[in-house]
């Protein structure tokens, strides 16, 4: 005999062939450990009353159930050795959905129809409740937040270094072309101020080669900038060492974003980095959002506006977007860049769904080695750029004259 086994608000019900209720085991009267009890059915695990229903049910003679939910049903024919069959929806399922309020108090769940629609409400609340608190747990929603830190602080820092480059100009301009790197700049500001001592000594022992210390010692000691009040110095080297702290902030998030993408992305930390993955993870809302997308999409995600205005005016679709800043794609020839955009975004659309869907599996190396293998045949099946096609000639009619005295 066949049996079909539906659940909803109030327990787990059994029907039979001619859709008549058999069996049952109601929920528990609490809402949150009935909701509870949905999520993990709505995920395709098997719960106790499930599995008390199940076992009912085979005690008068059901040998054949048939599921709503198709994970369930896996599940069940997995771990209980059971015959099993998905029907979505069912007979059984439509029956109950529409007449709720009569089976909920003909089982005694309630006295009365209305009583079950209060208590629907509670239990949607905290189903509610948990799929936000559950969406909010997600690791990849911790690597979007990071690599968003990660870029504001470097937007600070940049607006910062702007600010002290010009500040300490005024007592020190030819050092700004001197030295290119923000972080050195700002620590020997903050370490040696005025340039009097922008010594080679000093400058050595900060770490600098001879010739750019004897460089900087040597426009210091003609420097035509003026002097400074020690009153100004001392606030120019507390916001060099407050941005130098920066710094190490974000070196430190750095190691973490690094840490983070390990566990949730792996294969594609493997493929493309810790920061390039994390930033299409953000662009692109979560890992799974990213995941569901074609590869096609993934090769211009950054690039929106160039595609849309593309697609407005006729002009030449972008071939790349945030993917441009892997070194495969900016390092390559203008005429190549298309092709391992391409060859990239296919890898990437892969590594994000095995990370999303596969349960950690692991095939970051793999993938790479196949990648590498696609950019070393594009560099030399495509080493030299294209010929350009020249457009034919046209041959316009010149237009006709129109003959004297014509009329409309």
Request: net charge positive.
């Amino acid at each position: 005999m066949k049996a079909t086994v539906v659940e909803c608000v109030f327990g787990v019900l059994g029907f039979d062939e001619t859709n008549e209720l058999v069996e049952s085991v109601l929920f528990p009267r609490d809402p949150k450990k009935i909701a509870e009890i949905l999520l993990k059915i709505e995920a395709g695990k098997i719960v106790d009353e499930i599995g008390n229903l199940i076992e009912k049910l085979k005690g008068e003679g059901y040998t054949f159930f048939a599921f709503e939910n198709a994970e369930i049903a896996r599940n069940i024919h997995e771990k209980l050795k059971i015959a099993v069959e998905l029907k979505r929806p069912s007979e059984a399922g439509e029956l109950l959905r529409g007449n709720l309020e009569k089976f909920a108090v003909k089982l005694g769940f309630v006295k009365e129809g209305i009583e079950l629609r209060n208590w629907m409400h509670r239990v949607s609340v905290e189903l509610t409740k948990m799929r936000v608190r559950k969406a909010g747990e997600k690791r990849d929603q911790v690597v979007a937040q990071a690599i968003q830190t990660i870029d504001d602080m470097d937007k600070t820092v940049n607006l910062f270094m702007g600010r002290i480059r010009e500040w300490y100009g005024l007592h020190f301009p030819e050092f700004d072309r001197l030295v290119e790197k923000h972080e050195t700049y700002a620590r020997l500001v903050a370490n040696l101020g005025r340039r009097e001592n922008f010594t080679v000594e000093s400058l050595e022992k900060e770490g600098l080669p001879k010739e750019k210390a004897e460089q900087i010692a040597a426009s210091a000691e003609k420097s035509m900038g003026a002097d400074l009040e020690e009153d100004d110095l001392v606030q120019i080297q507390a916001l060099c060492k407050n941005t130098l702290q920066l710094y190490d902030l974000r070196q430190s998030l750095e190691g973490y974003m690094d840490s983070i993408m390990e566990d949730v992305a792996p294969n594609m930390k493997s493929l493309v980095g810790s920061l390039l993955g994390a930033r299409l993870i953000a662009l692109t809302g979560g890992l799974s959002n990213l995941a569901k997308m074609p590869a096609s999409t993934v090769q211009v995600l950054g690039a929106e506006k160039a595609l849309f205005r593309a697609l407005k005016t006729g002009a030449r679709p972008p071939k790349h977007g945030m993917i441009f800043q892997h070194t495969f794609v900016h390092e390559a020839k203008r005429w190549q860049r298309g092709k391992m955009a391409r060859a990239l975004a296919g890898k990437l659309a892969i590594a994000a769904r095995t990370d999303a869907f596969s349960g950690g599996r692991y095939i970051g190396d793999n993938l790479k080695a196949g990648l590498e293998k696609r950019m070393k045949e594009i560099q030399e099946k495509y080493d030299e750029p294209p010929i350009l096609k020249k457009p034919p000639p046209t041959t316009k009619k010149p237009p006709r004259r129109m003959k004297r005295g014509y009329r409309h």
